[in-house]
């Protein structure tokens, strides 16, 4: 076979164009940090990046939605707790009312003071938090409790998912903190203060702390969803860290090897260069000279 100049040539300029190619991946590697820059550089790399990407843009999602529940649960647990002081108010009330010692001046006062408290008990049963109702389902744009209709609210559940394939309740059901006719058995307390009836105020108390109770029970289980939620959150964690680690050591690189790399494609380079330079000066002209 035969060897000409032009081919000499031609091998030479390809050689030292590859060697540009690699100078450049590794100078890329050393000033980015990255093994690749381009999904062309190693697509295996580069499909592996977007699945832990993905990962981790998932768990992200799912930490930012128990955000949200615990926006949900951290206010009803405040507004159930103000709920059980108030009826724990009402029922102090009661037994102070309940003594043959109180005259009727004297019930007429308590009647005053069990008015406000069940106003503040309306309030909370309405409680807002971003401008929804918090204790009316998924009917979070209307008040649970209306003048006209009292105390009717929406049962069902607001579920928002937290991890693949699980959801939480984030609110509280509101038929079971307010239910049972509360407002009406502290209606019916309060009519008895006014009409000074003894045995009907001690039969309230009875009632009072049914609707103490249900509040507790409403609140245990609420608890019980938050140590849940706790619960999801540090495995969100944890898958979030695993994630995140894993796409590093997919997609950074070893800075160690790289600038090893670089340093010894350079001294290849210059070689090349240097070669190159004898092999293509020579030619038929310098020989005639």
Not at 85 to 114: C, F, H, P, W
Not at 140 to 155: I, R, V
Not at 172 to 185: C, P, Q, R
Not at 252 to 265: H, P
Request: glycine share 6%.
């Amino acid at each position: 076979m035969r060897i000409t100049q032009s081919m000499l040539s031609n091998n030479m300029l390809r050689n030292l164009s590859n060697s540009y190619a690699k100078l450049d991946q590794y100078m890329d590697q050393v000033s980015t940090g990255k093994k690749i820059n381009r999904p062309s550089d190693n697509p295996v790399i580069a499909m592996k990046g977007i699945n832990f990407r993905s990962q981790v843009n998932e768990a992200e999602q799912y930490m930012r939605n128990t955000g949200e529940v615990h926006n949900w649960m951290d206010n009803s647990d405040a507004a159930l707790d103000k709920a059980t002081q108030t009826m724990q108010k009402l029922r102090e009330l009661a037994v102070q009312a309940s003594t043959g010692t109180y005259d009727e001046e004297e019930r007429e006062n308590i009647k005053k003071e069990a008015e406000q408290l069940k106003e503040h008990l309306i309030n909370i049963a309405n409680t807002q938090v971003n401008g929804k109702y918090i204790f009316n389902g998924t009917n979070t744009t209307e008040p649970p409790y209306d003048a006209t209709n009292g105390f009717n609210a929406n049962t069902d559940p607001i579920k928002i998912p937290v991890a693949a394939g699980t959801e939480l309740q984030a609110n509280v059901n509101g038929e079971e903190v307010f239910g049972n006719e509360l407002f009406d058995k502290i209606d019916t307390f309060i009519e008895n203060l006014g009409n000074d009836n003894q045995a009907g105020i001690g039969a309230s108390i009875e009632d009072l702390d049914t609707g103490i109770n249900q509040i507790v029970n409403a609140r245990a289980d609420l608890g019980a969803r938050m140590n849940r939620l706790e619960l999801v959150e540090n495995r969100l964690s944890e898958q979030e860290i695993i994630a995140k680690k894993t796409m590093a050591e997919n997609e950074s690189v070893d800075y160690e090897e790289a600038i090893t790399n670089l340093i010894t494609q350079e001294s290849l380079h210059r070689a090349a260069l240097s070669a190159g330079s004898r092999i293509i000066q020579p030619s038929l002209i310098d020989f005639l000279r």
